[in-house]
C-alpha cells in the first residue's frame, strides 16, 4: 500500500503519524498519507514566505507553470480521475469532467497573469494638482492559504492556487483530509512544470488542528476557504484583518413557472440534484413548480429518477456512486425519515445500502424541515407548489444561504422580477440554480459565504491596489 508525504519547500517530507485514504466505494484503505504538525505548518509557512520574497517569477512566467500544469493534467486526466473516483466516489465520467474543468481554471489563471493592471487616477482634476500623475498597481498579499472542500477537490483546489500564483503569491495548499491523493497529484504536476520550491506547499491531516495552525500563523496575508459555515465563521473570526474569501454551502431553489416546459426543467433538476450524489454546493434542493403543472413536474421528475444507475464509481455506465462516508448518508437518511414523520411523502428513492443512498424525491415537505431549510449534501430534493411568482420568490429569500437561484420562464417580465428581488449571489434564468462555469464570478451572501470565485475576481481578492503618485 503506498504512502505520500507532505510537499514544503518543493520536497516530499514523510511525517511518523499517518492517516489511511479510504476508497469509498469498497470501503478500505488505498494508501496512507502524512499528517501534518505545528512544525510542518511552520516550515510551510517559512517555505512560502521565502519563496515569495526571494524568488521572483515575472507574470509571463507564472503564464507559461500555469499553461504547462493545465497540459500535464490534461495529458493525465485518467489517471487524476480514477483519484477522484476513488477518494470522493465520484463516477468516473463526473471525474473526467471535472479534470477538464480543471484545465479551464487552469488556464483562465493563466491569462490573468498577464492581465495584471491598474488604472489611471485623474488627480489633475483636483485643485492644485496640475503638475501630479497618479494611478494604481495591483499588488499581491503574499501568502495565500487554499483550504479546499472533498466535492471538488480539483477543481476547487485549482480555483484557488491557480489566481493565488497567477496573481504572484505563494501558497500553502490544505486540502480535504478525505480526500488528499489528488492534491498530492496535482502538486507532483506543479513541480513537474517548474513551479519553483516553496510557491506551493502542502499540508495533510486534520482540519480542526491545522486550521488552528494556520490561522495562528500571523505570516498568511488571504485565507480561501471552502466548506461549512460553522468552520467559516470561526475562520472568520480568527483571521482579524486579514483577508477571506469563504464558500460555505446552500439549499439552492429553482423556480418553475406554469410557462416552462415542465418535461425538460424536471430532467434538468434530477441530473442537477443528483450529479456528485448530491454532494455539490449549489445542487438543486428545492424545487418550487407552479400549481398548474405541479402534478405533471413530479411525475416527469419521478420518471427520470428511475433511470439512474448506481454502482462502482470505475464503470462508465454508473450515474450515483457512493456519498462520502457512511456516517453523512445515515444523516441524510435521518432527515428523510423525519420529513416523513412530519408529513412529508416519498415519491422516490429514500433507502439507504452502506454510503450508497438512492435518489429520493419529497414532496408535502415544510420549511422547517432540514432536508428543506438546511444543507443537504445528498442526493435529495423537494418538489414544492406554489400560486404566485410573488410567494415563489418569498419562499427562495426564506432562507439562512443565498448561493444561486434558477428560474425557469418564458416571460421577460417574470425572469426581471426574479432577477432584481431574489436574494442570492447569482440568479440563473432558463437554467439551474446549479449552473457554473469557471469564468464567472461564483459566490454568495447570507451564510452562503463571503468573496467571489472565477480567477478574473479572484486575483483582484488575492492582491491590494496600490496608489502610486507622482509630482513634477
Not at 96 to 103: C, G, I
Not at 200 to 216: A, D, Q, R
Not at 451 to 459: D, H, I, L, S, W
Request: a negative charge; glycine letters at 8%; aromatic letters at 8%.
Amino acid at each position: 500500500m503506498k504512502e505520500y508525504g507532505l510537499f514544503i519547500n518543493g520536497k516530499w517530507i514523510v511525517t511518523e503519524e499517518k492517516i489511511g485514504v479510504m476508497n469509498k466505494a469498497t470501503g478500505s484503505n488505498n494508501a496512507f498519507i502524512s499528517v501534518a504538525g505545528e512544525k510542518e505548518v511552520k516550515e510551510a509557512v517559512d517555505a512560502a514566505e521565502t519563496a515569495f520574497k526571494t524568488v521572483k517569477m515575472e507574470p509571463y512566467q507564472r503564464y507559461e507553470i500555469l499553461m504547462k500544469v493545465s497540459q500535464i493534467l490534461m495529458d493525465n486526466q485518467r489517471k487524476m480521475a480514477e483519484f477522484l473516483s476513488e477518494e470522493v466516489g465520484k463516477p468516473i465520467k463526473e471525474a473526467m469532467a471535472e479534470v477538464a474543468r480543471a484545465k479551464q481554471t487552469l488556464i483562465l489563471s493563466a491569462e490573468e497573469a498577464k492581465r495584471m493592471t491598474g488604472e489611471m487616477v485623474p488627480l489633475e482634476g483636483a485643485p492644485g494638482c496640475g503638475n501630479r500623475l497618479a494611478f494604481t498597481m495591483r499588488m499581491p498579499v503574499g501568502i495565500v492559504c487554499a483550504i479546499t472542500p472533498f466535492n471538488f477537490p480539483l477543481n476547487l483546489a485549482c480555483h484557488k492556487i491557480g489566481p493565488a500564483l497567477a496573481a504572484g503569491n505563494s501558497v500553502v495548499y490544505k486540502p480535504a483530509t478525505v480526500t488528499p491523493l489528488s492534491a498530492v497529484f496535482l502538486c507532483e504536476i506543479f513541480a513537474e512544470a517548474g513551479l519553483p520550491g516553496g510557491y506551493l506547499n502542502l499540508l495533510t491531516g486534520s482540519g480542526s488542528k491545522l486550521g488552528k495552525f494556520l490561522t495562528e500563523e500571523q505570516r498568511i496575508g488571504f485565507y480561501s476557504f471552502t466548506g461549512s459555515p460553522v468552520v467559516g465563521k470561526h475562520l472568520l473570526e480568527n483571521a482579524g484583518f486579514r483577508r477571506v474569501a469563504l464558500e460555505l454551502g446552500s439549499n439552492s431553489a429553482n423556480i418553475v413557472h406554469h410557462d416552462a416546459d415542465s418535461k425538460v426543467t424536471a430532467e434538468l433538476c434530477v441530473k442537477h440534484a443528483f450529479a456528485n450524489a448530491g454532494q455539490v454546493c449549489i445542487s438543486c434542493q428545492r424545487v418550487y413548480v407552479h400549481r398548474t403543472i405541479y402534478n405533471e413536474f413530479c411525475s416527469q421528475a419521478v420518471a427520470y429518477t428511475q433511470n439512474f444507475v448506481m454502482g462502482d464509481p470505475l464503470d462508465p455506465k454508473t450515474d450515483i456512486g457512493p456519498m462520502i462516508s457512511e456516517a453523512e448518508a445515515a444523516r441524510a437518511e435521518e432527515w428523510v425519515k423525519e420529513a416523513v414523520a412530519q408529513g412529508a411523502k416519498i415519491l422516490a428513492g429514500g433507502k439507504r445500502r452502506g454510503a450508497w443512498f438512492d435518489p429520493t424525491i419529497l414532496t408535502d415537505v415544510h420549511h422547517d424541515m432540514k432536508i428543506v431549510s438546511m444543507e443537504a449534501f445528498a442526493p435529495v430534493f423537494s418538489i414544492i407548489p406554489y400560486d404566485t411568482i410573488e410567494e415563489a420568490i418569498a419562499l427562495v429569500n426564506d432562507s439562512i444561504y443565498g448561493l444561486q437561484a434558477g428560474v425557469f420562464t418564458n416571460s421577460l417580465e417574470i425572469a426581471r422580477l426574479c432577477a432584481m428581488k431574489i436574494e442570492t449571489g447569482g440568479v440563473i434564468i432558463n437554467d439551474g440554480a446549479t449552473f457554473r462555469t469557471d469564468n464567472m464570478p461564483y459566490g454568495g451572501i447570507k451564510e452562503s459565504g463571503i468573496g467571489k470565485e472565477g480567477p478574473q475576481y479572484a486575483v483582484k481578492e488575492m492582491t491590494e491596489e496600490k496608489l502610486i503618485v507622482f509630482k513634477f
